[in-house]
């Protein structure tokens, strides 16, 4: 892989790694990334970037067991150097970096390798047996308000301003730890909460200033670290929000860039201009399209805040892909969610999941891959065969295209051969263009998009069979937070500071509070009760994980079958989006239907399965049929 051995054109390689001219003004050394490593990785080699001021003119010797030299690395910027090490053979140990000049040290740095966990490399991710419950940090609870505002960071804690920070941090998570896992879920994916120090709107997290720092207004490394402890004591697993393809203006690497082509379109190249991204993602598969347009889709800018990374410098690459492997061994992490996956360099982010599976042969990775087109997200897919020989390590996708398939099943009023739940069994009836359906991300909505209620028009009877179909289908469900109790942006679409708007009972003097459900509406206590039932008996059933799936063309008057089964086991679910009681004749389902009958999971109710089955309007029925 190309990040182990960088042969970087342009780059200053001198014997005896002595790099670089001396210059007059006194060097200083004023950060190493990454602070320090683990012994026993599978990949022998380790850069170390080293930052400071005229750090060019000096000779890297290293004292340590076992820790061989490789090379030492001079960018276009004398404030730099890369110094790759093999520490395959090194033990855990504090080893010695030596910067001098003419025999004389100027500058002991101590490094640590640390002891790995034992069986770290083993560590097995999310799967089909989890459901995923996301949230955004700054929006969900204030558990420490004594961190709300920082003299380092530029922007103050503003709760009245919907697109400010709001004070939830780390510690209000882990504070309702108890009500994420009573309430079924068993793994968190939060949005980004390394540093953002950008003067406005960053909260979010996606325009990162430090990739190595979490945010100081949610926390500590060690806090972060923490947090992760007391989810996995819960019985909760961790997902990392990480993104490859940007960085925040005020990052530091922005205001030095290691080298000339560390960024896209560097503005400072180019007269203080930068150019954005055409977002033309069907680029990357379109067998037709302009190199020119694939060009900007992967060099262009996101947003004018966010400076896109160049991944084909190889020492980024290197720095990136350490800068996950070092949070998932520091943080125990459990998987991670890629951000932008179809936005950096394609041949990078092969390069990228192959590194992180290769440490990590049963992690979990899911890719962000925004399209309603099934064969434009199954590209990024482990083991998918692609036309053009492109081939990707990346187990997971999210399934954008199932949602949108859902939404539009349940707003239409009529069904015929082109809108309704045809549309939601095409959309399943798609999976063959992917190489493991079955590690599909699925879900109802996210950060990103109106709110689940909002899209379903706040009907409440179709929030239900939505959710009931979410938690019965194939993949890895996923919940944003706020979606148990019908949280809605309506009157005010798309706008993603609604979206992302505060989960109630997360500070105090909140009006409701919906970890306890004081001041919850009745609709809302419904949902949320409906959603922790589900997710609860969906826990504990094997068969729904990683049963077979048997779907049946739905009826014209708004019903739809399908089963998950195995050997020992069924389960048949149906859902009925009319509005009247519709009598279903079960002699089409004989061929898999052979019991005479079932136990309803909501009710609890035992139901005759013997030649006809009456299905109340707008319900979904999930019965367990053994």
């Known amino acids: 892989m190309r990040y182990l051995s960088p042969l970087f054109l342009g780059l200053v390689l001198l014997p005896g790694f002595i790099v670089g001219a001396f210059a007059q003004s006194p060097p200083a050394l004023n950060r190493v990334e990454p602070a320090y490593w683990w012994a026993g990785m599978q990949n022998p080699t380790l850069q170390i970037l080293l930052h400071g001021r005229r750090l060019a003119g000096l000779e890297v010797r290293i004292e340590g067991t076992q820790v061989r030299m490789q ?90 301003n919907p697109g400010g920070r709001h004070g939830g941090d780390l510690e209000g998570i882990t504070q309702h730890l108890a009500y994420i896992q009573q309430m079924g879920f068993t793994a968190l994916w939060l949005n980004p909460v390394l540093e953002n120090n950008m003067p406005e709107y960053s909260y979010h997290g996606y325009a990162i200033t430090d990739f190595y720092k979490v945010d100081a207004r949610f926390g500590s490394n060690e806090g972060y670290r923490q947090f992760c402890q007391a989810a996995h004591q819960k019985g909760l697993k961790v997902i990392m929000d990480m993104v490859m393809n940007h960085c925040g203006r005020e990052h530091w690497m922005y205001a030095d860039p290691p080298a000339r082509d560390w960024f896209n379109y560097q503005a400072e190249a180019q ?3 930068y150019i954005i991204s055409n977002h033309a993602r069907t680029t990357m598969q379109d067998p037709y399209a302009a190199p020119h347009d694939r060009h900007l889709l992967q060099k262009g800018w996101f947003v004018s805040d966010m400076p896109d990374f160049n991944q084909q410098n190889p020492l980024l690459a290197a720095y990136l892909i350490q800068n996950t492997l070092w949070w998932i061994e520091y943080a125990n992490l459990d998987g991670i969610r890629m951000d932008t996956y179809p936005y950096p360099d394609a041949r990078f982010m092969q390069e990228w999941a192959c590194a992180i599976m290769a440490e990590y042969p049963h992690f979990s990775l899911v890719g962000e891959e925004w399209s309603r087109n099934p064969l434009v997200v199954a590209f990024w897919q482990r083991d998918k065969v692609n036309p053009n020989g492109y081939t990707s390590c990346l187990p997971q996708v999210m399934d954008f295209p199932l949602q949108h398939a859902l939404v539009q099943a349940l707003n239409t009023e009529k069904e015929t051969w082109e809108a309704g739940l045809i ?25 990103d998009m109106d709110r689940f209620y909002t899209q379903i028009r706040e009907n409440l009877a179709h929030f239900k069979l939505g959710l009931a179909y979410l938690l019965t289908m194939r993949g890895i469900p996923q919940v944003f937070y706020g979606t148990e109790i019908l949280m809605e942006n309506t009157a005010y679409p798309e706008n993603h500071l609604i979206i992302r708007a505060d989960f109630p009972g997360g500070w ?65 679910v149906v859902l009925n989006k009319s509005d009247k009681t519709e009598t279903l004749n079960l002699a089409q389902f004989r061929g898999l239907l052979t019991e005479k009958e079932g136990r309803e999971v909501i009710s609890g109710k035992v139901m005759p399965l013997v030649d006809t089955l009456a299905v109340p309007a707008k319900t979904a029925l999930i019965l367990e049929l053994k």
């Open 71 to 160: 090379q030492v690395i001079q960018t276009d910027n004398p404030n730099y150097l890369f110094v790759y090490l093999d520490i395959g053979q090194a033990p855990a140990q504090t080893f010695q970096i030596l910067l001098q000049k003419n025999g004389k040290t100027l500058f002991r740095q101590p490094y640590d390798l640390i002891a790995r966990a034992p069986q770290s490399s083993r560590r097995k991710g999310y799967g089909p047996e989890d459901v995923i419950y996301l949230i955004t940090p700054d929006r969900f609870a204030n558990g420490n308000p004594g961190n709300d505002n920082n003299a380092d960071y530029s922007e103050t804690a503003n709760r009245q």
């Open 271 to 273: 007269g203080g201009q």
């Open 423 to 447: 549309k939601l069994y095409e959309a399943l009836a798609n999976d063959f263009v992917y190489a493991h359906p079955e590690d599909l991300m699925i879900f109802l909505d996210n950060h």
């Open 508 to 572: 105090p003097g909140d009006a409701s509070n919906a970890f306890t459900g004081e001041g919850l509406r009745p609709d809302q206590k419904e949902a949320q009760e409906f959603c922790r039932l589900l997710l609860n008996w969906r826990k504990n059933k094997p068969l729904i994980h990683e049963g077979k799936l048997m779907h049946f063309f739905p009826q014209w008057n708004g019903t739809y079958v399908f089963f998950r089964y195995n050997e020992t086991e069924k389960v048949m």
